[in-house]
């Protein structure tokens, strides 16, 4: 991310970049460099959503970089008003995602962000899975005219997928269901239904959601959808997806409900069933 972002600002001179407090040392050299472009904002997200707007009102992209909670809740209304409704162009890089942060307790946790973006229309949220998958997904979008959240995390997948914007990677093709894996689940469910009959779809772009893919892979209406964030937050897509047609849905995810356990990353996915071991379950339960 720092290099593709880095990169942007050197070689263009309608970009910007403003920070919160995060990201300083490691955009040290950019931070220095052009002053007048990139800067760092210090704890004030939502006037520097305002800030950022402005400045994309007068033709220079901005490009904000935070962490998830603090740029989707606490800056939701400049998000609202100074970005979706005046259809503003932006890009909104955060880190954390669900609970990257995990010993940082829930003030740090944002499993909502989907379901919350979600509810501004014109709005793109692109989940890559890998570093590479950031870079790729962020040269293909950061200038498209749209507002754009892009959710990082620390814990990414070892399995590199060729993804494009907009559409889900076919991974596998098989007759009995159909699995999305959804951003970082997808090595939990490749090691969950490698001996399985089952078609793996791998999401990277959330909003738009690709439904022409997942509709050729019907196989019944069996799906099981495989989500890094709060559990059933991408069910009305498939809603919207199969609105005349039966679906039988099941789902991993993080348990709606407020986590109030600290410990580790892994820790928490236990917690929430993100395991290759509920996923296999999950997957048994909804073929019988």
Same mark, same amino acid.
Not at 264 to 286: I, P, R
């Given at each position: 991310?720092?290099?593709?972002?880095?990169?942007?600002?050197?070689?263009?001179?309608?970009?910007?970049?403003?920070?919160?407090?995060?990201?300083?040392?490691?955009?040290?050299?950019?931070?220095?460099?052009?002053?007048?472009?990139?800067?760092?904002? %210090?704890?004030?997200?939502?006037?520097?959503?305002?800030?950022?707007?402005?400045?994309?009102?007068?033709?220079?992209?901005?490009?904000?970089?935070?962490?998830?909670?603090?740029? /989707?809740?606490?800056?939701?209304?400049?998000?609202? *008003?100074?970005?979706?409704?005046?259809?503003?162009?932006?890009?909104?890089?955060?880190?954390?995602?669900?609970?990257?942060? +995990?010993?940082?307790?829930?003030?740090?946790?944002?499993?909502?962000?989907?379901?919350? !973006?979600?509810?501004?229309? %014109?709005?793109?949220?692109?989940?890559?899975?890998?570093?590479?998958?950031?870079?790729?997904?962020? +040269?293909?979008? $950061?200038?498209?005219?749209?507002?754009?959240?892009?959710?990082?995390?620390?814990?990414?997948?070892?399995?590199?997928?060729? &993804?494009?914007?907009?559409?889900?990677? &076919?991974? =596998?093709?098989?007759?009995?269901?159909?699995?999305?894996? /959804?951003?970082?689940? @997808?090595?939990? /469910?490749?090691?969950?239904?490698?001996?399985?009959?089952?078609?793996?779809?791998?999401?990277?772009?959330?909003?738009?959601?690709? $439904?022409?893919? *997942?509709?050729?892979?019907?196989?019944?209406?069996?799906? *099981?959808?495989?989500?890094?964030?709060?559990?059933?937050?991408?069910?009305?897509?498939?809603?919207?997806?199969?609105?005349?047609?039966?679906?039988? @849905?099941?789902?991993?995810?993080?348990?709606?409900? !407020? @986590?109030?356990?600290?410990?580790?990353?892994?820790?928490?996915?236990?917690?929430?069933?993100?395991?290759?071991?509920? &996923?296999?379950?999950? @997957?048994?339960?909804?073929? =019988?």
């Amino acid at each position: 991310m720092i290099k593709a972002v880095g990169d942007m600002i050197k070689n263009e001179s309608d970009t910007s970049l403003f920070l919160v407090d995060i990201g300083v040392w490691a955009f040290r050299d950019i931070l220095r460099d052009y002053p007048d472009r990139a800067m760092n904002i %210090g704890i004030f997200e939502d006037g520097m959503i305002s800030l950022a707007a402005g400045m994309s009102l007068g033709g220079i992209i901005p490009t904000v970089y935070g962490i998830s909670p603090f740029i /989707v809740n606490r800056a939701m209304e400049q998000l609202k *008003l100074d970005f979706a409704y005046q259809n503003l162009q932006g890009n909104f890089i955060t880190t954390g995602a669900s609970y990257d942060f +995990s010993t940082l307790g829930y003030s740090h946790y944002c499993p909502e962000d989907i379901g919350t !973006i979600s509810m501004l229309p %014109g709005f793109e949220f692109i989940a890559p899975g890998t570093a590479s998958e950031f870079s790729k997904l962020f +040269s293909e979008t $950061r200038r498209d005219g749209n507002p754009t959240y892009y959710r990082l995390s620390d814990h990414v997948n070892k399995t590199e997928t060729d &993804v494009e914007f907009g559409k889900a990677a &076919v991974i =596998k093709t098989g007759s009995k269901a159909t699995v999305i894996a /959804v951003s970082t689940t @997808l090595d939990m /469910v490749l090691e969950a239904c490698k001996d399985i009959d089952v078609s793996i779809l791998y999401y990277t772009t959330l909003l738009p959601f690709d $439904r022409q893919t *997942l509709s050729e892979h019907y196989n019944g209406g069996k799906i *099981l959808l495989c989500e890094p964030h709060y559990e059933g937050t991408l069910a009305y897509e498939i809603y919207k997806t199969f609105e005349d047609m039966p679906v039988q @849905l099941s789902g991993v995810g993080v348990k709606r409900e !407020i @986590l109030r356990k600290y410990g580790t990353k892994a820790e928490n996915d236990v917690y929430s069933g993100l395991t290759a071991g509920n &996923v296999s379950s999950a @997957l048994c339960k909804l073929l =019988k």
